[in-house]
């Protein structure tokens, strides 16, 4: 069983930036595809961004691309996700996830990311 340990969110203001990070304990065949989702108050969980750990062709969320960054970090199994301009609506706790690429089957604890305007 892959363990996950994400963190790095926190409070900051519009505009400003956040990078998370998240440590796989293991890279395995079930942890190929590693990424990032948000759940914000009252909404379902949706992605973010995706990475293999070969770091080619990431994948974005429509409404981040261009203002967030995923990547990995080989060495240390850990895999980021560098937010810049930042806008309220980005506010959710933040998971990271990794799988096959056909199902996600591991989970972080999630970090809080609040952005006030």
């Known amino acids: 069983q892959a363990q996950l340990v994400d963190s790095g969110g926190g409070l900051v203001q519009a505009g400003g930036s956040l990078r998370l990070s998240c440590t796989a304990s293991?890279?395995?065949?079930?942890?190929?595809?590693m990424g990032w989702f948000r759940q914000a108050p009252g909404k379902e969980r949706e992605f973010v961004a995706a990475?293999?750990?070969?770091?080619?062709?990431?994948d974005y969320q429509s409404s981040v691309r261009g203002r967030f960054t995923i990547s990995v970090d080989n060495t240390t199994n850990t895999v980021f996700l560098q937010m810049n301009s930042l806008k309220p609506e980005d506010t959710a706790v933040y998971y990271c996830?990794?799988?096959?690429?056909?199902?996600?089957?591991?989970w972080g604890q999630g970090t809080q990311v609040t952005v006030s305007s």
């Open positions: 996830a990794a799988g096959t690429g056909t199902s996600w089957r591991y």
């Open positions: 293991e890279r395995t065949f079930s942890t190929r595809v």
């Open positions: 990475i293999v750990w070969s770091g080619f062709n990431p």
